[in-house]
T-cell receptor, first 112, second 116 residues
Framework: GENVEQHPSTLSVQEGDSAVIKCTYS??????FPWYKQELGKRPQLIIDIRSNVGEKKDQRIAVTLNKTAKHFSLHITETQPEDSAVYFCAASRGSNYQLIWGAGTKLIIKP | DTAVSQTPKYLVTQMGNDKSIKCEQN?????MYWYKQDSKKFLKIMFS???????INETVPNRFSPKSPDKAHLNLHINSLELGDSAVYFC???????????????FGEGSRLTVL
């Protein structure tokens, strides 16, 4: 079955710097890759997603890139701000089985 | 209006007791889920219902029993609670998109269960 590995488990960056979180997946049939952000004590919320027919997607300071050949996708956050501090989860799905396979999460810490 | 609401938000109980968590969504979605998030923050799918039909039933103890009376509700009943059941339980809903992917998951606020 599908397996999603997420690295690093913790990432600490200076405010204003960029942060990159990487996920690798095992099932080449996976075609949908969302990223969720979970602030402390809150619910996970979708921040960006990408489908396999696209290599990159941007939304203001966040972007996701997908490399289907290498089977990895990454979340890029530029000009980090204190409110970016959270746990970020990647996930992958191949569709029809309705199931998202989740990464273990990355705790992002923004240092002032 | 709250999109996905679950009750109670906090639940403290003794080992061996039976408890229920209720979930309701007003988004008109056809698929609902229960997730367990332990202290290490890992999100683990437990169950998923599509149009009141069970479609995902991960390896969870049969002490956990979901019930979906209609598309907008998915409840979770837990029998004979154990210490290891302590976690945050999230309900979520989604609408399948044209490619049968889950689409965006909308999570409830979570129910923090503490078993003493």
């Amino acid at each position: 079955g599908e397996n999603v590995e997420q690295h690093p488990s913790t990432l600490s960056v200076q405010e204003g710097d960029s942060a990159v979180i990487k996920c690798t997946y095992s099932d080449s049939a996976s075609n949908y890759f969302p990223w969720y952000k979970q602030e402390l004590g809150k619910r996970p919320q979708l921040i960006i997603d990408i489908r396999s027919n696209v290599g990159e997607k941007k939304d203001q300071r966040i972007a996701v890139t997908l490399n289907k050949t290498a089977k990895h996708f990454s979340l890029h956050i530029t000009e980090t701000q204190p409110e970016d501090s959270a746990v970020y989860f990647c996930a992958a799905s191949r569709g029809s089985n309705y199931q998202l396979i989740w990464g273990a999460g990355t705790k992002l810490i923004i240092k002032p | 209006d709250t999109a996905v609401s679950q009750t109670p938000k906090y639940l403290v109980t003794q080992m061996g007791n039976d408890k229920s968590i209720k979930c309701e969504q007003n988004l008109g979605h056809d698929t609902m889920y229960w997730y367990k998030q332990d202290s290490k923050k890992f999100l683990k799918i437990m169950f998923s219902y599509n149009n009141k039909e069970l479609i995902i039933n991960e390896t969870v103890p049969n002490r956990f029993s979901p019930k979906s009376p209609d598309k907008a509700h998915l409840n979770l009943h837990i029998n004979s609670l154990e210490l290891g059941d302590s976690a945050v339980y999230f309900c979520a809903s989604s609408r399948l998109d044209g490619t049968l992917n889950t689409g965006e998951l909308f999570f409830g606020e979570g129910s923090r269960l503490t078993v003493l």
